[in-house]
Structures are given as C-alpha cells and as structure tokens.
C-alpha cells in the first residue's frame, strides 16, 4: 500500500515509520465509511465542473482511468455518456464491492476493468495506456507522506500517453478542516505528521471513522506536480461551497458552478487542475 491512512485515495504503500503510529489505515476507515451508507449520502453524484472536465478529454471516445473510483460517482457517468473504455481502481475491497455491482454491465462488455492491489504491478500493466487520468476530490490528499504522493504522481504519468490529460482535485488547507488542523499541530510539531497532514472523523459515536488527509496550498501542488513531471495548464476552484453541499444540491451545484468561473483558485474549497505530462527530455 503507498500509505496508511473523495472517492478513496488510499494505495498499497508504506507511511514513514513515525506516521505509521499516527495515520489510520484508510483502506479499513474506507471500508467502515463505505458499508455504513455514509459515503454515498454525502457524496451521491459528481461535482458538476471535475465532471465537465473529465468528459471533454474523452469526446472521441478512448481510454481513462479512474483512481480512487469510490463507488463509481466518475466511472458511472463516464461510461454512460462517452464510448470510452475505463479502468476503475480502488485500494478498499468494499469499494471495488460496490463498483463491480454497479457497473456489471460495463464490465460484463468489457469496456470497464475494476482492479486493485499493487500499484506498480497496475503501472506496469498500463504503461502510456490512457488518455484521462482522474484522481478526483481529495484521492491523493489520503495518501500520507510527500514521498509516496510522489510515488503515486509518477506511477499516473507513466500510465498516461504523452498527449493524455490529468484531472486532479486536492483541498485547499486554507478552507479545509481548519479546527482538525489546530488540533493535530503538536502531531506535526513532534514529526508524527507532516506539514498540511490533518487527521479528523467521521460519523458519530461509536461508529465514528478515523480519517486521514494531506491539504495543499496552491504552491505545494504546483511544486509536486512539476516534480512529478506535469504541466500544468489550468487550476481553478473545485467548488466554493462544500463538496456535500454542491453534490447533494442540483441547484446550489449549478450556482456554485457559475460563480467558480470568476473566482480565483486561491479561495476553493479545493483546487480543480487540469495537466498534461511533460517530455522526458523536456523535464
């Protein structure tokens, strides 16, 4: 797994030995999140604008992946409105559950593959193999450590072709979690967490989930993608008002989606960024 501890973001990897003691397993938390109902009432479609984008890299059909699937709030409606053929991943067994009941029809085509498990074996097997690449709201913000976000970075590039497209949402820390943030500072202070790790639950009582986030300033999602080899071509908000908000509400979505057009990044309750691979030989 890349790290203990959106749609689901947690792969096969290994947090640092002094987060291992402090970041809970997201593969379980996910599938506890999952199982409960939880998941899916706040989160029961796509976000309007990480939809809009997505589709528009697949007109003419072709091939995407969908990393950190969840229960297939992307993968359903990229199937149903584009001939594309997909790739749904998903670290949590409950997931990859859901998604195989959901989707039987597309993978009983053959246009869609669920899968899971190790991620070098996946980037072996989908070398320069898709034209879209989505790693919607917050997957990659569930991978703890810098180091194996970059692992993950450059596994997609490599399972991107050279004209493909990345499709990336990750929470703004200035908007995200901000009395989780205060609370988990000694954590970050002593090196148990990393700077913009947050930890925080969900659910009530005894059925409270332990979760894990990495939030991004603009500037540090800059900085890992470009180190990752990707260009970047547009960042914009994800949504201004929650993402449970925007998905849960078909008109608020389309307010909120009308006034990201005019706001800067900065102010997102995520940021949206949209990037293409950049040449070896260019890097």
Not at 84 to 109: H, I, S, T, W
Not at 184 to 192: E, F, H, M, R, W
Not at 251 to 264: E, K, N, Q
Request: charged share 25%; glycine share 10%.
């Amino acid at each position: 797994m890349i790290a203990r501890g959106g749609d689901t973001g947690a792969v096969d990897g290994r947090a640092s030995p002094s987060q291992a003691a402090a970041v809970p397993d997201m593969s379980s938390s996910y599938d506890a999140y999952i199982s409960s109902g939880l998941y899916d009432r706040r989160y029961p479609r796509p976000n309007k604008r990480t939809l809009s984008k997505s589709l528009r890299c697949l007109r003419n059909g072709g091939r995407f992946l969908d990393f950190g699937a969840g229960t297939g709030r992307y993968t359903l409606p990229l199937m149903e409105l584009t001939r594309a053929n997909g790739v749904a991943y998903d670290v949590c067994p409950e997931a990859r559950r859901a998604l195989a009941q959901r989707l039987r029809p597309f993978v009983g085509d053959g246009r869609l593959v669920i899968q899971g498990g190790d991620l070098e074996a996946l980037a072996g097997t989908y070398r320069r193999a898709f034209d879209l690449a989505l790693l919607a709201f917050g997957v990659l913000g569930h991978v703890a450590g810098r180091s194996q976000r970059m692992r993950l970075l450059d596994a997609v590039r490599e399972m991107t072709k050279p004209d493909g497209v990345l499709v990336l949402g990750v929470p703004n820390a200035k908007r995200r979690l901000r009395a989780e943030q205060r609370s988990t500072a000694s954590l970050v202070g002593n090196g148990k967490l990393e700077p913009g790790d947050v930890l925080y639950t969900r659910g009530r009582c005894a059925d409270e989930i332990q979760m894990f986030y990495h939030l991004f300033s603009p500037a540090e999602a800059r900085r890992d993608l470009a180190a990752a080899g990707f260009r970047i071509e547009s960042m914009e908000p994800e949504s201004l008002l929650p993402e449970s908000t925007v998905v849960g509400n078909r008109w608020l979505g389309r307010l909120d989606d009308l006034a990201c057009r005019l706001a800067p990044a900065s102010i997102g309750y995520g940021f949206l960024i949209v990037g293409r691979p950049v040449a070896a030989n260019a890097r």
